[in-house]
């Protein structure tokens, strides 16, 4: 990995204030309005309690926006000649996805700490094992979506609709069970969505497997294999797509 290039990319990205405001700051405040300042915060959930179920969502919520910008922006960058200029320098292409790889983690943990650490002094409660764990499956399975970014960027070719492509988050965040508890249809429907796999796994070590419910505790939940199976099912989705657009795209050249 080039580390001049890495910093380089670190400070542009770190200056694009608006784009850092919905990757750490509106998780962060969502986290704060819908988490630690409710009165059943402190409601037992698994081996912990809400505020921190809610705290792993957000966080969630916030890394899977960073990677998806970033992925989306480095598809964009590649076609519109950027990769030309690359060419004339000593960078590989595995370099510079490498160094893409590297500011997408770096850029993923800004929310993930910033959260974490708020919950940490809002109450948010739970076994070691649950805060190390959740925070590592958020950042690794955070990255899947810089491929959905990466297609975003490969399908339309413009800042604009990588700019879709994390909005279009928010809808996948309500529909993945993230900002509020499904239950019925609705519930068998988000298992079917992008994001559930993902935020369930991180919930996994706090829950047990139990789900919040609306209309009284927390419910069993149906098992591991779910989020596990929608997780890959869409990371093969992302992958052979992406794929295939970008074979689409050298076949014109």
Request: net charge positive; proline share 4%.
């Amino acid at each position: 990995m080039n580390l001049t290039y890495t910093g380089i990319e670190l400070r542009r990205v770190g200056r694009d204030y608006i784009s850092m405001f919905f990757v750490a700051v509106l998780p962060a405040f969502m986290y704060i309005v819908f988490g630690a300042a409710m009165s059943w915060s402190d409601a037992p959930v698994g081996n912990g309690n809400a505020a921190m179920y809610t705290m792993i969502s957000m966080a969630a919520f916030g890394a899977v926006t960073a990677t998806v910008g970033v992925g989306g922006m480095a598809a964009v960058e590649r076609m519109q000649g950027w990769g030309r200029q690359l060419g004339l320098t000593p960078m590989s292409d595995a370099q510079y996805v490498a160094v893409k790889a590297g500011v997408a983690f770096v850029i993923a943990l800004i929310p993930i700490t910033l959260i974490y650490v708020l919950g940490y002094f809002t109450g948010s409660q739970g076994s070691g094992t649950a805060w190390l764990i959740s925070a590592l499956v958020v950042v690794l399975g955070a990255a899947v979506f810089s491929l959905y970014g990466l297609l975003a960027g490969l399908l339309f070719r413009s800042e604009a609709a990588v700019g879709a492509a994390s909005g279009s988050l928010v809808i996948f965040a309500f529909l993945g069970n993230i900002f509020f508890p499904l239950s019925g249809t609705m519930l068998t429907v988000a298992q079917f969505t992008p994001l559930y796999g993902l935020v369930a796994l991180a919930r996994y070590p706090l829950t047990e497997g139990m789900m919040i419910s609306t209309t009284g505790p927390p419910v069993e939940g149906n098992g591991l294999w779910i989020p596990v199976l929608n997780l890959v099912v869409w990371t093969i989705i992302f992958a052979v797509t992406a794929f295939l657009l970008v074979r689409r795209g050298r076949s014109r050249q």
